[in-house]
């Protein structure tokens, strides 16, 4: 491991930003959190700030492993509050709240605390480092969006392969595959993650999958819609169903998110079982393996692949 300077990290609220970045021998850029590998926009000083925030009751937080479904969600999320349509100014990225990250979210706490009702966060925080300490010891309403482990793997490996602010792997796909299971990724071990968060299921937390949202649209919509005490008529879930579409938000200028740079395709697949095309038979095995080991009282019911 070699210590890198990377000024590009650093921003207005931790001026020693590039400070702590590991960069390993297959290119992969981290810091360490309380023992978990963290993207290195997750600087000390922005994590004290998000475990210091003070949740209203109008706030909804979510969060999720990376590469989830988090960024749909969001749209959903927002559509749902803003009667079906998207607002009239800025980007989806600009209408979320990231407090732990640096670079992608330059806000003080200070300014958050200003900040209109109702306020969205999004985060990808493990439970025991969860925005204020997370559902049971704030207020607001907080969903945890899960996905499947297979295909998380995979979309995870696109996103964090060759991008200077992102993780910047640059080996192959068997060693990430290693990487991923060994829990030696940005944010740590998938299965901590999801099994962390289910844990405790206080009434303010909502458990969703990425696959109930792309098989059952309509009643995870009207789920969220219940929980979150928002009225949704026909004509709105129809709406928010366009509108938060693949398609739709690929294309769209509003959620692109072309003002990444190095971003490319965000957008990718958009499906279950995309797995298929880069485990080899063992390493399925060996995922298998993992999650009957792990995941057999979890809260939630992944499909790994559909007809
Ligand atoms: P793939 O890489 O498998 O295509 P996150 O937002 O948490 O980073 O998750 C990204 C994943 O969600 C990507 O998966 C992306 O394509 C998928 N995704 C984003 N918007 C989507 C939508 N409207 N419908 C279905 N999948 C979507």
Redesign the pocket.
């Known amino acids: 491991m070699t210590e890198s300077k990377i000024p590009a990290y650093n921003d207005g609220y931790n001026e020693n930003g590039s400070d702590g970045i590991e960069e390993a021998s297959d290119g992969y850029r981290f810091r360490k959190l309380s023992g978990r590998l963290m993207p290195p926009y997750v600087t000390p000083l922005r994590y004290a700030q998000s475990r210091d925030v003070q949740m209203r009751d109008s706030d909804i937080s979510f969060c999720?492993f990376?590469?989830?479904?988090?960024?749909?969600l969001s749209?959903i999320l927002l559509l749902l509050i803003n009667g079906g349509a998207n607002p009239d100014k800025g980007t989806l990225r600009q209408h979320m709240i990231w407090m732990e990250a640096s670079w992608p979210f330059p806000k003080s706490l200070d300014v958050v605390d200003s900040m209109e009702s109702p306020r969205l966060f999004k985060s990808h925080m493990p439970i025991e480092m969860a925005l204020g300490g997370g559902p049971a010891k704030q207020a607001g309403k907080f969903i945890y969006i899960a996905r499947n482990p297979k295909?998380v793997c995979?979309?995870y490996f696109?996103?964090e392969t060759e991008k200077a602010w992102a993780g910047n792997f640059n080996c192959s796909w068997d060693h990430w595959f290693e990487r991923f299971i060994s829990g030696q990724v940005q944010r740590g071990s998938w299965f901590d993650h999801v099994v962390g968060w289910q844990r405790e299921i206080p009434s303010n937390l909502l458990l969703l999958t990425?696959e109930d949202l792309?098989l059952k649209f309509d009643n995870t919509v009207v789920k969220i819609a219940e929980f979150l005490g928002i009225k949704l008529t026909k004509k709105m879930l129809r709406q928010i169903e366009k509108n938060?579409?693949?398609d739709r938000?690929r294309a769209s200028e509003f959620a692109n998110m072309h003002e990444v740079e190095q971003l490319g395709s965000?957008?990718?697949?958009?499906?279950i079982g995309?797995w298929k095309e880069h485990f080899s038979v063992s390493q399925n095995d060996r995922m298998d393996q993992l999650i009957s080991e792990h995941l057999h009282h979890v809260a939630f019911d992944f499909t790994y692949e559909t007809d």
Request: net charge positive; aromatic share 22%.
């Open positions: 999720s990376p590469k989830s479904g988090s960024t749909w749209q295909d995979v979309s696109h996103f990425y792309l938060s579409s693949f938000m965000f957008y990718r697949k958009g499906k995309s």
